[in-house]
């Protein structure tokens, strides 16, 4: 086990390279315990009953904040969320102030979204506060739980009703577009990669980080090949022109035209390719309305598993439960 997990479960979560496959295949064990709580009749567990989760989000986001909400409600703990817009942030508070200033009404748990990568890491080893972390995506650092919702959607279509106790040896994953600047990538990378399965990254080149080179994977700038060789998985990235303050590529055009999944290349996937995107979607920049919209999509498939690994997380950091419990 490493620093982020001891024998009483996990005591925070900040990135997926805290976990060894045993443990991020017993969080993905436990969301599909998770996931059958949402086909009852009342969807809800006592578990976490008078527990508090806080959702600190310093940076916008629909999915992760609001599946956070629901699994932590699913759990029975109390939520309480806060947005820096519209906060004392605008006033000069600190993460160090305004974290201090959340944990004294009593939180337990304490989800981080931050522009500043390596801001989870700083609130968890600074002492600042006593409650667990849980990252929920750090500049162009980590998503530890997009990565891991992720895997468990790969592996629920890919072992159909016997996913349990899977990893995903021999997978073959394909990830398209603006790596440099994204966390999902970095985080799929790394769990993918101890789950076993193969990575292969297309990119224009100006859109790879400089030490890509170490990273477990391949890399090439053609998609039309990456297509042909026939992935099972081709994981489409969002184009964050949020975070770019230079020229990447030409045009937007141009971007879609080499990089795009448009219909046409959609229409030369092998039957059974999973398309995958962890939204928001640029529809028409990196992917096409058919392609997003197809059987083919686990676009979806995605949202409804975050519920699920987040319920696992949250579980594992406030429960005291092992990890294999
Ligand atoms: N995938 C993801 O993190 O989406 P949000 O920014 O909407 O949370």
Redesign the pocket.
């Known amino acids: 086990m490493t620093p982020a997990t001891h024998d009483a479960g996990l005591r925070n979560l900040l990135s997926v390279r805290d976990l060894d496959a045993a443990a991020a295949v017993r969080i993905l064990d436990l969301a599909e315990d998770m996931a059958e709580v949402a086909t009852r009749e009342v969807p809800k567990l006592p578990a976490l009953r008078g527990r508090t989760v806080a959702n600190l989000f310093f940076?916008?986001?629909?999915?992760?904040?609001l599946s956070f909400e629901a699994a932590a409600k699913r759990l029975s703990a109390d939520v309480i969320t806060f947005s820096a817009k519209g906060s004392s942030v605008s006033k000069g508070e600190s993460l160090k102030d305004t974290a201090q200033t959340i944990a004294a009404m009593g939180v337990d748990a304490v989800v981080l979204?931050h522009s500043a990568s390596g801001a989870a890491r700083v609130l968890a080893d600074s002492g600042w506060i006593d409650a667990a972390v849980v990252n929920?995506?750090d500049g162009t650092h980590e998503?530890p739980t997009?990565g891991l919702l992720d895997a468990f959607a790969m592996r629920k279509r890919r072992h159909a009703d016997a996913s349990r106790g899977r990893d995903l040896a021999g997978l073959r994953v394909t990830i398209v577009g603006d790596i440099l600047h994204s966390r999902?990538a970095r985080s799929n990378v790394w769990l993918l990669h101890t789950l076993g399965a193969e990575v292969h990254l297309v990119a224009p080149r100006t859109l790879l980080p400089a030490g890509v080179g170490a990273w477990p994977v391949t890399t090439s700038s053609d998609l039309d090949a990456a297509i042909a060789d026939e992935p099972d998985v081709l994981m489409m990235l969002r184009i964050q022109s949020e975070r770019m303050h230079a020229a990447y590529f030409p045009h937007e055009r141009e971007y879609s035209r080499q990089w795009g999944l448009t219909d046409e290349r959609f229409g030369r996937l092998p039957a059974g390719t999973m398309v995958m995107h962890?939204?928001?979607m640029n529809r028409g920049l990196e992917i096409s309305a058919k392609a997003a919209d197809s059987d083919a999509s686990v676009i979806l498939d995605q949202v409804t598993s975050g519920v699920s690994i987040r319920m696992a997380v949250l579980y594992l950091v406030l429960s005291g439960a092992a990890a294999g419990a």
């Open positions: 940076e916008d986001s629909t999915r992760t904040r979204r929920a995506g998503h997009q999902v962890p939204g928001p």
